[in-house]
């Protein structure tokens, strides 16, 4: 099965912008634990760190004509999507299993992702 786990966490730019080396050196070895015990249970698909919210552009929805586009993301809040991965792995409770080795400051979303043909 596939899954997208989502990695947010409150004023997340900021805060890493203020981490210092033990602790920036701390979040890559959960990154790289997390890989690790992927790897062992399925596969790392893919995945990214994002740019700050900032930077994003959200297109808003309209029943008809022209959809407005407005700077930053949707959601009024603080807390920041900083980054994805789409893994492959046996079920959610591996998902699950795996995602808590990600940094703990970080509040992981684990979804299933649907397949859809288009």
């Given at each position: ?31 790289h634990a997390f890989d690790a015990a992927v790897a062992a ?25 022209e959809r407005a586009v407005t700077d930053g993301p949707f ?44």
């Open positions: 099965m596939k899954f997208v786990v989502l990695m947010t966490e409150d004023d997340h730019y900021a805060k890493w912008d203020a981490a210092d080396d033990e602790l920036k050196q701390r979040v890559v070895a959960d990154f249970r399925g596969e790392v698909l893919g995945g990214e760190a994002l740019a700050a919210p900032d930077q994003a552009r959200t297109v808003q929805p309209a029943p008809e004509g959601a009024e809040t603080v807390e920041q999507l900083g980054g994805f991965y789409l893994v492959e792995l046996p079920d959610l409770e591996t998902a699950v299993e795996v995602a808590r080795l990600l940094p703990r400051e970080y509040t992981i979303e684990v979804r299933p992702v649907v397949g859809i043909d288009v």
